[in-house]
């Protein structure tokens, strides 16, 4: 909620007067292997993946072994499409690159022939996830920002739909996706707006101090935006929690992160609508004129 | 109801012969009665005892510095004393009702330890009262602390039983209750919210204030609403006998107070503020977007005071105090305003009323400036109506009646919220406003078996109506929204009732030494959304609803006391278990904020919690202080969280440890220092770890299942003063203080970070707030 984010700022600002930070050496426990899903079905027309990893240790630090020779499976409602493990990339499987979902369907993902908690017999993993519809972006914006970080905010002019709505946006810059961490989308529902114009609201950001994130007269940005489940939302809220650092004063207590996957499997299969919108970044808005 | 009923009768029988204010049963008895007072300022004495010689019998002056003594006529020595203060003796042919005001002085010979006033000092042994702390002004003050802000709330963490909810925080926990378990009165009116600056520093401006005591489990049955505790605040009346002030100019903020007569021994002023400067410092920053930010809070404390004759008196205090950080795009405000009107009245010289009229309110707002697409205010606030009647009924010196009732009106506002200006994208979104009617009526007693028994017992009954217009939302075993339901204007449309039997006795093994045992009940019925141990301004308050069950306490404890060295030193030694039904926890990745089915995110459940208690205290001499010990534990069990395993509560630290000294090397220098020690807070940590869209994302422990590390720190201070001469006007001291001497790095928070280089790696990251932090006050007073 962007409201509250303000808040933390602010907060943040003031109690930074004082905070420090240090590495500390820690022992942590063991828990047991989970399977961990991470894959979604969009409107677009591409080869869509799902990506199938374990949990490990916490300080484990490796790339997350792969789970390989799995049966992926997704149901559209009309027909069932299998996808197919990576050469490449073990334990990702791919639709093929003429697929795309279409708004109002409801995606099942069934994986099989896998046996994560090696007891011998084979495991089946599901989960269901509903397409929403997500409404077009007149344009947007791209203006320079200089307090407290720099950057630039990208406005956004669209309506809000009706319906109640869950968003992610996105940032392109030259057909790079930028927000491709956890960290870096931004998530909205629009129970403080529903319905209404958005007035060329600040949506995403490109900061100047990450070097993929320079933007240069003649860069086309791209702004994207998706129309999300109230559980997928719901899911990046928890886990952007989980992984943003935690202050006494603002955090609850941890706690696991939600997931749609049956079987005590872990993450999230999402399905979801896409539209795009792009400017390109011109002398009069880089360094905000001045360069 | 029959028990209000028999409650009736029960006092017309005892309180009857009162009015006729001459004979009892035991045969004709005249009363000595009247205040005690400091002699310099005219300020009343709260707990000042008074001991009438030949009978070993004796009595405490109440809040309001009134006491009644009922006797067979003859001729008493009455000894009256209170810590501090020079023993006063006098002879008293009591033949008729005597109305006798008494003023002490302040004991200036205190260093070289030749009074001993044992009875004052006994008072506390033979008193069937315990798990109680009182800690003079005066040794407050000397307590080292963070930036040199002297803070009542901090000084009282260093009590037995009582913790910090947090590094610096002014939340405190009380033997393992939640921080809205407390309730907080600065002159009888409810502060809902004692922290400044994120709670590094609480609404208590020591120099307006005249006496603090808190109450961990034997809360008397005048007082209800609150599980855990009662911290009473009295705010000074303001000086009868000629004007004076006092002050400070600190490290962060500067005080002023003046106080005086309007009247000379009849009416009386203070005004006391208090204001941080830190947005001044702000204007040295390199970073010129902070030295555009506003960072400040104040204080206000008014006091109105007038007494009519011997038998009417009227009191008039005020609170206000604000935070309010801003910077370019957004601005936050919250703070607390109290009122009371208070009207002391004798019926006659054994029956003391006090009849008040009160006001409380917290708010907050927060917003961005207007004109952009996304400026939006938000508010919220609470506000409550109190009428209150107290009366003091001393029969004899032997047996003490209170009764009286309170009547509080609620009002909740949780949250609205609206964009600003025409360009703004946001709808205006209201959270519907509770309202609700809380009352007690109680009745309690204090009475003398022979020499060596005490006994304190009381009732109180508690209602609480959920009043019209409101909105309840019903939900589902899954705890989700299914409908609601509408309640029209002055509909009372819920109740709840509760007994709350509280009782104590004391046993008097000797002249020095004593134990006590008591049971109390307790009942709350409005309770905070904070999930959060620090806690933030962002306070929602709701009240018991169809939805929400009363939290409900019954704890007993049993104690040792004693006096060794010549009543020098203090020890009590005191055990608790306390039990806590529907104790509020939350549920996981709870949105307790602008939502509307916040109930729905409630989960309740039971606590326990028993500890061990030790205090040694010296009270008075060059070196003094305490030193006290707590072990104790303290669980939760709620269903839906943890699988439904009991869990360590968020509050839970087995160990802590608080020394406290003061050592006066002249009459001009004194030294001070004080060491906690306490086990870590609980705290869930991952134990296994998975990859989602490019970050590491943990997989938790059970709850609370981990420690933070050891929690210690050493605070020292010292001062010097100005000369000390009788004639001597104006006086100063000059203050240094140091918090966190050795530079204990305290983890306030640990985190989990991934590596910026390499993002498979991750690490654990703590949080400290306070370096070595050195502060220099000075104080002045004339």
Redesign the interface.
């Known amino acids: ?4 984010k ?2 933390v ?3 943040a ?3 930074s ?10 022992e ?4 047991y292997v ?1 399977m ?1 899903v ?1 894959g979604s079905v969009t409107t677009d027309t591409m080869a869509h993946w799902v990506r199938l ?12 072994p792969a789970v390989t020779g799995a049966e992926v499976l997704i149901d559209d409602g009309d027909k069932i499409h299998v996808l197919m493990e990576s050469d490449t990339l073990p334990g990702w499987y791919l639709t093929s690159p003429d697929y795309h979902g279409v708004p109002g369907r409801t995606y099942t993902l069934n994986i099989r022939n896998v046996d994560i908690n090696q007891d011998g017999a084979m495991e089946e993993y599901n989960a269901t996830s509903r397409m929403n519809p997500v409404n077009p972006i007149d344009s947007i914006q791209l203006e320079y920002f200089n ?2 970080f720099t950057g630039y905010q990208v ?1 956004v002019w669209a309506w809000d739909s009706p319906d109640p709505d869950w968003y992610v946006f996105k940032v392109w810059k030259n057909a790079v996706l930028i927000t ?4 870096e ?1 931004i998530v909205q529902d629009d ?4 319905g ?7 949506s995403q950001f490109l900061s100047d101090d990450k070097p993929e994130e320079v933007v240069n007269v003649g860069d086309t940005i791209t702004f994207e935006i998706n129309g999300i489940t109230e559980d997928y939302y ?1 899911y990046i ?3 952007q ?3 943003f ?14 997931s749609n996957i049956d079987n005590d499997a ?3 299969f999402a399905a979801y609508s896409v539209n795009y919108s792009s400017t390109i970044a011109t002398e009069d808005i880089v360094g905000g004129g001045k360069q | 109801m029959r028990i209000p009923l028999v409650l009736t009768l029960y006092l017309l029988l005892s309180i009857f012969p009162l009015f006729a204010d001459t004979e009892d049963e035991t045969g004709p008895r005249y009363t000595i009665s009247g205040y005690i007072k400091d002699a310099s300022t005219g300020e009343e004495l709260i707990g000042a005892a008074i001991m009438v010689q030949e009978l070993n019998r004796g009595t405490v002056t109440n809040v309001y510095g009134f006491y009644s003594l009922s006797l067979p006529p003859g001729f008493y020595h009455l000894r009256i004393s209170y810590v501090g203060y020079e023993m006063y003796e006098m002879a008293v042919n009591l033949n008729e009702n005597l109305t006798q005001n008494i003023e002490l002085k302040e004991d200036i010979q205190e260093l070289e330890e030749v009074t001993i006033h044992a009875e004052g000092k006994q008072a506390h042994i033979r008193k069937a009262e315990m798990s109680v702390n009182k800690l003079p002004i005066k040794s407050i003050r000397r307590i080292p602390t963070l930036m040199g802000e002297v803070d009542v709330i901090k000084a009282i963490q260093l009590l037995p039983g009582v913790q910090a909810s947090s590094e610096g925080a002014s939340g405190f926990s009380v033997r393992g209750g939640n921080p809205d378990q407390n309730l907080i009165l600065l002159d009888e009116a409810t502060v809902y919210n004692a922290s400044h600056l994120m709670g590094f520093f609480s609404v208590f401006n020591n120099d307006a204030i005249k006496d603090v005591k808190l109450y961990k489990g034997d809360i008397p049955a005048d007082y209800g609403g609150r599980l855990s505790s009662l911290l009473d605040v009295r705010m000074k009346e303001g000086n009868l006998k000629k004007f004076s002030g006092s002050g400070g100019i600190g490290t962060v903020s500067s005080r002023l107070t003046l106080e005086g007569p309007i009247i000379k021994d009849k009416t009386s002023f203070l005004v006391a503020g208090r204001r941080t400067y830190a947005d001044i410092f702000l204007l040295f920053a390199k970073d010129p977007d902070i030295r555009d930010n506003t960072l400040y809070f104040y204080d206000l404390n008014l006091k109105l005071n007038h007494i009519f004759n011997d038998k009417n008196r009227l009191f008039l205090s005020g609170y206000l105090g604000r935070d309010v950080y801003a910077n370019p795009f957004a601005k936050m405000a919250f703070g607390n305003q109290t009122y009371s009107l208070r009207w002391n009245h004798l019926f006659s010289t054994r029956i003391f009323s006090n009849f008040s009229v009160i006001h409380s309110r917290y708010d907050y707002e927060l917003g961005t400036p207007e004109g952009d697409a996304n400026a939006f205010r938000w508010r919220s606030k609470m506000k409550d109506y109190s009428v209150k009647a107290d009366l003091n009924f001393f029969i004899t010196p032997e047996h003490t009646l209170k009764f009286g009732l309170i009547s509080t009106f609620h009002d909740f506002e949780p949250g609205n919220a609206m964009g600003l200006g025409e360009q703004s994208l946001f709808t205006e979104f209201i959270l519907p406003s509770n309202y609700a009617v809380e009352n007690g009526v109680y009745v309690s007693a204090e009475q003398s078996f022979g020499e060596r028994w005490n006994l304190r017992y009381g009732l109180r009954l508690s209602m609480f109506h959920n009043v019209g217009p409101g909105t309840i939302y019903n939900y589902d075993d899954d705890y989700i929204a299914i409908d609601s339901t509408v309640y029209g204007k002055a509909d009372f449309y819920n109740t709840f009732v509760g007994l709350e039997p509280r009782a104590a006795v004391s046993f008097m093994i000797n002249d020095v030494s004593s134990i006590k045992s008591s049971y109390s009940r307790t009942r709350q019925y409005v309770h905070l959304a904070q999930n959060s141990t620090a806690g933030t301004p962002l306070d929602v308050w709701f009240p018991s609803t169809p939805n929400v069950n009363p939290q409900i306490s019954d704890q007993v404890a049993l104690g040792y006391f004693r006096n060794l060295f010549n009543n020098r030193l203090e020890v009590s030694v005191e055990t608790y278990y306390k039990k806590m039904s529907n104790a509020i926890d939350f549920k996981d990745h709870a949105n307790l904020l602008l939502n509307r089915y916040m109930e729905g995110e409630l989960r309740m459940g039971e606590a326990t919690s028993y500890g061990l208690e030790i205090l040694l205290r010296k009270n008075d001499g060059k070196l003094n202080g305490w030193i006290s010990y707590t072990y104790s534990k303290t669980t939760r069990e709620v269903a839906e969280i943890n699988n439904g395993n009991p869990y360590a509560a968020p509050y839970d630290r087995p160990h802590d440890i608080a020394i406290v000294g003061n050592y006066e090397i002249s009459r001009r220098i004194w030294v001070s220092a004080n060491w906690v020690y306490s086990t870590g807070l609980p705290v869930t940590f991952p134990t296994g770890r998975f990859e989602y869209m490019g970050n590491i994302a943990p997989v938790y422990s059970n709850r609370n299942a981990y420690r933070m590390p050891d929690y210690h720190r050493l605070d020292l201070s010292v001062s010097f003063g100005s000369k000390p001469k009788p004639d001597r006007k104006w006086h100063w001291d000059l203050n240094f203080s140091v918090y966190n001497a050795y530079g204990r790095k305290n983890a306030w928070a640990i985190n989990f970070v991934q590596d910026e280089n390499d993002p498979n790696i991750t690490y654990a990251e703590m949080t400290y707030l306070f370096p070595i932090i050195p502060a220099l006050t000075w104080n002045f007073r004339f």
Not at chain 1, 191 to 194: A, I, R
Not at chain 1, 196 to 201: A, L, P, Q, R, S
Not at chain 1, 248 to 256: E, K, M, R, W, Y
């Open positions: 909620m962007k409201i509250l303000t808040v700022i602010i907060t600002l003031s109690a007067l004082w905070n420090c930070t240090e590495r500390i050496e820690l942590l426990d063991s828990t989970r961990v991470e990893s374990v949990t490990s240790d916490y300080f484990y630090n490796q790339s997350a307090t407290f406005r491709d961490t956890l960290y989308l129970q403080f707006f529903n209404n114009y958005t007035y060329g609201i600040p719901n809220i928890e886990a929690s989980q992984v650092p935690q202050t006494p004063l603002f955090s609850g207590p941890p706690a696991n992160i939600r872990i993450g999230f």
